[in-house]
């Protein structure tokens, strides 16, 4: 089944198909499916058979992450040579360059098939605010598509392409692939150059991946992720490359109480089997304060950022005012009221808020939310355009004012035939970390795929060992995944290997440090007892960074496993232990950190 990406690929290295093929086969389907509210304009088919054949032709180019990967557009995008319009034809201009991003894709393999229909200027989300009509939902036509990125998650949910961008301000890159039963990768801001964007906000925009599985969204998310001098907004943070489950994850879940669904008992219900799917997988719910996020999510449309919208199109309000949706009118002209005290009032807010979450996600590896609370037909959005849409962004419009990333997965199907998805939350620079745990939760989930009912392939395994330019570490103490210090990893793109113990050769020590560490001490072989510990990878320039950091009197040493191998790692010179407890006997520091918080 040549379906996905990672299918797609091995087809074309093996010869098993050409990208010629796979080009003619996504037009063939467009036309097939035949919702023109899909596509506001595509590439000639001639041109892009062409743009494979040659691609096919070029040396080495079966290497390529993405060699002849068939790819959407969301028409706020930039794509060479074909209309951006962001769903208004008074705004639409022809781009002699393509956005970073598509030309990322593109020198990687992928053929740009076309642009895609959106709420116009990514106002909204629910798919239907569009001149160029309403991407009919694949799984139940009465349903909404889900916005901002409508036409795109359509187009991958009924397998006319594999792969295709988005964007995410306040959810338009989550509630869409939820609604088509999609994986939605919304990045960290900046990990993605926003040049050749169309702004909704700018200080928060991004560009977002739907796909298939979440293993797809990766692939791509790494061929265009990188600083970029052309975007102001760019940063250079390190992309991990996915790791291996942890053994001891733990996930935050808001408190009682703090769920709303507006009544959907169906998606309450689906929420509760999504938890107790986490649980069996062997995470630790925590319980979270979900208040100060619904309060940062007031902010996004109560606050000043609906100026930034209102920067976009104030020219186009004040000559053709008629041109523009008359709801995405009514909500950015009230951009146009807003006072320079009201902008700082609220970025002082925001910056105590991000302070709170910060606090927040310092115990937890990662929060669990529903994507959207509950769905909506398209008769009930059109009779109530503005509060309905507000209730889809109940759990996405504060992500970006709070700089987290974000993985939206299916989680359900529900007896409605209904899809139902969750949202995974972490800090920014943890992308890698949420795929590495929600690729085995959709997995495990056994559902079908996209709109089409196809089957899950079977989760490919992961490269053992480090790669590239990683350099292996041995933590055993605060570091460990689930711990305090975990993050610091995390956010220099480190990835776990595997868990493991020591040789029979150490010692371990409760230090007297704030906050307590452990102190691992080196005897003679055979004389001391096996630790358990976690070996991670980093990135070779963030191991230096990280090693630079270690306080006295903790060192970086070479560590002795149990199957003989030497990796880096934590030791403490034997003078530092003078005093300090023994903790040998249990084993490790978190069983050691589990009684003593027990006790």
């Not at 010692?507 to 307590?516: E, G, M, Q, W």
């Not at 452990?518 to 510990?533: D, H, N, Q, W, Y």
């Amino acid at each position: 089944m040549t379906e996905t990406v990672a299918a797609i690929l091995a087809a074309h290295r093996a010869g098993q198909l050409s990208p010629a093929q796979t080009v003619a086969r996504s037009y063939q389907r467009i036309r097939d499916h035949n919702d023109p509210a899909i596509f506001i304009s595509l590439r000639e088919e001639k041109h892009a058979l062409a743009e494979a054949e040659t691609l096919a032709a070029t040396k080495d180019a079966a290497r390529l992450p993405l060699y002849g990967i068939p790819v959407a557009v969301k028409d706020n995008i930039d794509v060479a040579g074909l209309p951006t319009t962001s769903a208004c034809p008074a705004f639409a201009y022809t781009p002699a360059r393509d956005a970073t991003s598509v030309a990322r894709l593109r020198a990687a393999g992928a053929i740009m098939i076309g642009k895609t229909n959106l709420d116009q200027f990514a106002t909204g989300l629910v798919g239907v605010r569009s001149p160029y009509g309403i991407p009919i939902n694949p799984l139940r036509a009465d349903l909404i598509p889900g916005g901002s990125s409508s036409g795109s998650a359509v187009a991958v949910s009924t397998g006319l392409v594999p792969l295709a961008l988005g964007t995410d301000t306040a959810g338009s890159g989550r509630v869409p692939a939820m609604l088509n039963n999609i994986v939605g990768l919304k990045p960290s801001l900046g990990l993605i150059s926003t040049a050749g964007l169309v702004p909704a906000c700018r200080t928060l925009d991004c560009v977002s991946v739907f796909s298939l599985t979440v293993d797809d969204a990766v692939t791509a998310l790494s061929a265009m992720a990188g600083p970029d001098s052309a975007d102001p907004y760019s940063r250079d943070r390190p992309l991990a490359q996915l790791g291996a489950f942890p053994a001891h994850l733990r996930l935050g879940v808001p408190r009682s109480g703090q769920l709303i669904f507006f009544g959907d008992k169906a998606a309450e219900a689906a929420f509760d089997d999504a938890l107790k799917r986490w649980t069996a997988l062997g995470a630790t719910l925590v319980e979270f304060d979900l208040e100060p996020l619904y309060e940062t999510a007031r902010l996004l449309y109560e606050g000043p950022w609906v100026a930034e919208r209102y920067l976009v199109i104030r020219d186009l309000l004040a000559s053709s005012p008629d041109a523009i949706h008359p709801v995405t009118r009514e909500i950015t002209i009230a951009g146009s009221r807003l006072s320079a005290a009201d902008t700082f009032a609220a970025l002082y807010r925001l910056q105590g808020l991000r302070k709170t979450a910060e606090r927040a996600f310092a115990d937890i590896d990662a929060l669990v939310l529903p994507t959207a609370p509950t769905v909506y037909s398209t008769a009930q959005v059109l009779a109530n355009p503005i509060e309905l849409n507000s209730r889809l962004g109940t759990y996405t419009n504060f992500v970006n004012l709070l700089d987290l990333c974000g993985l939206a997965l299916p989680a359900a199907m529900r007896s409605d035939d209904i899809p139902f998805g969750i949202t995974l939350l972490a800090p920014a620079g943890q992308d890698a970390q949420l795929a590495s745990i929600g690729r085995v939760f959709h997995a495990g989930t056994k559902l079908p795929m996209g709109a089409r009912n196809l089957p899950q392939p079977p989760l490919p395994p992961l490269p053992a060992g480090v790669s590239g330019d990683e350099i292996a570490i041995a933590v055993v103490g605060a570091h460990l995944s689930g711990m305090a210090l975990n993050g610091e990893l995390k956010a220099l793109g480190g990835r776990l290997l595997e868990a493991a113990q020591t040789a029979a050769d150490y010692r371990l020590y409760a230090l007297k440090t704030a906050p307590p560490k452990p102190g691992m001490l080196r005897v003679e072989v055979g004389t001391g007892s096996s630790i358990e510990l976690e070996i991670w990878a980093l990135p070779a320039a963030a191991f230096g960074q990280f090693v630079a950091a270690v306080p006295p009197p903790l060192s970086i040493g070479t560590v002795r496993l149990a199957d003989g191998r030497g990796v880096k790692g934590f030791i403490v010179e034997a003078a530092d232990v003078a005093g300090a407890r023994e903790i040998s006997a249990f084993g490790g520091w978190r069983a050691f950190v589990t009684e003593a918080a027990a006790g």
